[in-house]
């Protein structure tokens, strides 16, 4: 772990997967990830179910449309990812072959049950290759309740790194205080929250949380333009016609004091890359710490299920 003066040099990858394609998907990541390494990166981090993307049809085809979202569902447990499993093996490889610590969201099966259900999942891996941990998103927001079951508690974990306290939240679970104060508990310094979103309220929601955690957030999201969705895909002409961007991404990297160091970055793949000194956690934290002098234990109890 870094000591507070040292700095670590993380990226944000904002890019868009290979649709509905984890060969091609997790062929991208291993070169995005190589990519971030040789550009001194130690932690690379990707978006929201990046393996092989955001079921972004769940707004656009109502329920009644049984065909069109059972080839979909089937598409995504197709290229969906058990844990682990040969996907997970090719990504700890590729992180331990360029020395680099690595955040990626990925549609994982349950295979503790049926195999047939999916969860909305963020993989953890460290720099030498091996696998952290995962973090399976606690309640799907609106349509998504149609394609991920809930999470739970026994996934509530941040991890010891290399480079600092890892831990993070995806999209809308970052708007649970509850959930943001389980993370807070542990110690997180660096927090990452691979989103869908990437609205206004959305980037201040990063900067509030940045500065009520004491600690950097890597807000990460993916890229992604009308021409991504291979034209097989039927729901591909609900979009409004002339439209070029599904999501434009607004990933950025932010300080403890809620100041952007890096983006946020709009309308392009690109990777963001940003040194994070750890002397800003103690400097935010001397005045308010969330889990520290300001948690009062003796008025308010917190606990989590796992």
């Known amino acids: 772990m870094p000591s507070s003066h040292n700095a670590v040099k993380v990226a944000t990858v904002q890019a868009a997967p290979v649709f509905l394609n984890k060969k091609q998907t997790v062929e991208k990541v291993c070169d995005l990830i190589s990519e971030a390494a040789q550009n001194g990166a130690q932690l690379a981090v990707f978006p929201e179910v990046f393996i092989s993307g955001y079921p972004d049809w769940v707004w656009l085809v109502p329920n009644s449309k049984g065909a069109i979202l059972n080839d979909l569902y089937a598409a995504l447990l197709d290229n969906a990812v058990a844990i682990p499993d040969d996907t997970t093996q090719i990504l700890c490889r590729a992180a ?5 610590n690595v955040v990626i969201g990925v549609h994982e099966r349950n295979t ?7 969860y909305n999942t ?15 998103k606690l309640i799907p927001t609106g349509g998504e309740r149609m394609i991920w079951a809930g999470g739970d508690g026994s996934t509530f974990d941040a991890h010891d790194t290399s ?13 649970m205080p509850l959930a943001r104060q ?19 309220s959305w980037l201040d929601a990063m900067r509030y949380i940045a500065r009520e955690g004491g600690m950097f ?10 021409d991504n969705i291979p ?17 434009q991404g607004n990933s950025c990297i932010i300080d403890p004091k809620g100041n952007y160091l890096a983006g946020p970055a709009r ?8 040194e994070l000194d750890f002397k800003l956690i103690q400097d935010a934290k001397r005045m308010f710490d969330v889990a520290g002098h300001y948690a009062r234990p003796d008025v308010f109890q917190f606990a989590v299920n796992k």
Not at 96 to 100: E, F, K, L, V, W
Not at 112 to 118: P, Q, R
Not at 167 to 175: D, R, V
Not at 267 to 274: D, K, N, P
């Open 96 to 100: 331990r072959s360029a020395g680099i």
């Open 112 to 118: 503790e049950a049926s195999n047939a259900s999916l």
């Open 122 to 136: 963020l993989v953890y891996i460290d720099s030498n290759g091996n696998l952290l941990g995962k973090h399976r």
């Open 163 to 175: 480079i600092g306290k890892l831990g993070g939240l995806i999209c809308w679970e970052n708007y």
């Open 182 to 200: 389980a993370m807070y508990n542990q110690g997180v310094q660096i927090y990452v929250a691979p989103t869908w979103d990437s609205g206004a």
């Open 217 to 226: 957030v890597i807000n990460c999201c993916t890229a992604m333009r009308v």
């Open 231 to 247: 034209d097989g895909w039927e729901f591909k002409q609900l979009y409004p016609e002339g439209r070029e961007w599904i999501n």
């Open 267 to 274: 309308a392009e793949e690109t990777i963001l890359y940003a």
